[in-house]
């Protein structure tokens, strides 16, 4: 497909910041004329992925996230990545109540909710070198 459009957002990895990630990421999307619904989606996997990134990529650390997204003709693409402590077993951490922090009171639902509200969710990390968490969600256009 081809990449109609995109952005590259750099920010510091703070719970302050992803209210407005989220909200910058929705409101590029808009060109694509997405439902509430696929609006909704978007910012709540995006909000997942940058907390997993501040909370269990860099821990105590403010590290820098960037966000990449790319639009394409009927689909969205965005990018979250750290350059955080990454992880060993990706298929162990994708798995429903999961956590690297249980002690934190995390819920180690952060995975599966992507994978609820995206159409496709990938990850890939190493240990030492930080996490991408690849997200698609296809925008279906309402004919009239």
């Known amino acids: 497909m081809k990449i109609q459009n995109y952005c590259r957002l750099a920010f510091a990895g703070i719970t302050d910041n992803e209210k407005f990630v989220r909200s910058a990421v929705a409101a590029f999307c808009s060109s694509l004329n997405p439902t509430l619904e696929e609006i909704n989606d978007i910012k709540t996997a995006v909000s997942e992925a940058i907390t997993n990134s501040i909370v269990h990529g860099y821990g105590e650390e403010v590290g820098e996230i960037v966000i990449e997204v790319y ?36 819920s180690g639902m952060g995975f599966t909710i992507m994978q609820a509200f995206m159409d496709n969710v990938v990850v890939e990390s190493k240990v030492g070198n930080g996490t991408m968490v690849t997200m698609q969600k296809r925008i279906y256009k309402v004919k009239c």
């Open 71 to 106: 639009l394409l003709s009927d689909c969205v693409e965005i990018k979250i990545i750290d350059n955080g402590c990454g992880f060993e077993n990706i298929e162990k951490a994708m798995q429903p109540f999961y956590t690297s922090k249980p002690n934190d009171e995390r």
